[in-house]
């Protein structure tokens, strides 16, 4: 009787066989998805689906002028738009210098070439109404709206 080496078989049970299976199928299937997706990307254009700065509207949509609140309107001169920031003020009102407290559409900013803000005081602006045209420009991405101020006083 000789020594018999015998070897022992793995023997894998039917359902670890059928888990590696499925696993195998689910990494293909996300696999594909992955490919899917990414080919439908490309074929959109650039930014799709996302807000792009220059859609954003440089618009003032509320303002107040010291205590006075103002109106925003849209004046067509000469075929062009104007916009303008309209208000009745007292006649004792300092137009040398004053609050501006503007609210913003999304994405908007005041920019430097307004010609009559002196400076920020955390979101209230000091300007002085008395220079010639005065006016705030409005950035938003790559566009700008100036407005001009029409101002009454009683």
Known sequence: MGNKTTKKKKHTQPGQTDRRIRGAILVLVILILCVAAYGISTLLPKGAGKKKEAEAKPEITSVIIGDTEGTIEKV????????EICATLPIDFPFEKT??????????????ASNCILTDLGGRWVVNLTVEDACVVIEAGEQSRTYYFRLDVE
């Open 76 to 83: 067509e001169e000469d075929g062009e738009e104007r916009y």
């Open 99 to 112: 609050t501006l407290n503007l609210e913003l559409s999304d994405g908007a900013k005041v920019s430097d």
